[in-house]
């Protein structure tokens, strides 16, 4: 995986924050997509594509997602996990 040092000019105390800054360049090029971005449409008619999107914590809350589901249980149920999350099982 991606891996980098970060290298303090100071030292950094208990609750102190940390911030990076990743230059000009970068932030302009956040901008214009923030600016251009169009949400994902939908496919197969699951929902709002983008604007379907759930957060990981909600799923968590969610009690009728209360166990986890194979791929066959979820297209068998009326809660199948939303295409933003992935399960996986490396055994």
């Keep these: 995986g991606l891996m980098f040092d970060i290298i303090a000019t100071k030292d ?3 609750g102190d924050e940390v911030f990076i800054s990743y230059g000009s360049e970068w ?10 971005w169009i949400p994902v449409p939908s496919e ?3 929902g709002e594509g ?16 209360s ?4 791929i066959d249980e979820q297209k068998k149920t009326k ?5 933003n ?3 996986a099982c490396y055994y």
């Excluded at 166990?67 to 194979?70: E, R």
């Excluded at 809660?79 to 295409?83: L, Q, R």
């Design 50 to 65: 983008a604007r379907d999107h759930i957060y990981v914590e909600e799923i968590n809350n969610d009690k009728s997602y």
């Design 27 to 36: 932030e302009d090029a956040w901008n214009q997509h923030v600016d251009e």
């Design 85 to 87: 999350l992935e399960t």
């Design 12 to 14: 950094i105390l208990p």
């Design 79 to 83: 809660h199948p996990y939303p295409k």
């Design 44 to 46: 197969g008619g699951r």
């Design 67 to 70: 166990k986890i589901l194979t």
